[in-house]
């Protein structure tokens, strides 16, 4: 039970079209979420290199580049994956239920 209660509902099926990238902010937090070939993955949605927005950025199959200084990212794993960034985006747990998209956020 307490475990069911870090899933939170963060959009609903539909508000992000497929092979794109919404943001949704969550309390302080600032996610984005992505629609990837139908799967939805959720990052943190500010870069770790500067303060930009990753939902602004440009998406070409799993990998969005950053707006600002064209750093890339691996949606899925979150990892560092073109210069200037070096540090991972955090990443979440998400899951659909009916038609919610829900991601478990800790704290
Ligand atoms: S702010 Fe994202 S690469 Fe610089």
Redesign the pocket.
């Known amino acids: 039970m307490g475990d069911e209660q870090a899933w939170t509902e963060i959009a609903r099926v539909g508000d992000v079209p497929e092979d794109d990238v919404i943001e949704v902010t969550v309390g302080e937090r600032c996610l984005a979420l992505f629609n990837l070939r139908g799967t939805y993955f959720a990052t943190a949605g500010i ?6 927005r ?1 939902a602004e ?1 440009y998406l070409q199959d799993d990998i969005i580049e ?6 890339l990212f691996h949606v899925p794993t979150g990892k560092a994956v073109g210069a ?2 070096s540090r991972d985006i955090e990443t979440f747990p998400v899951r659909v239920e009916g038609g919610a998209i829900l991601a478990r956020l800790p704290g």
Not at 47 to 52: E, G, K, L, P
Not at 66 to 71: A, D, N, R, S, T
């Open positions: 870069c770790t290199h500067a303060h930009a990753l950025g950053c707006p600002l200084h064209q750093g200037p960034v």
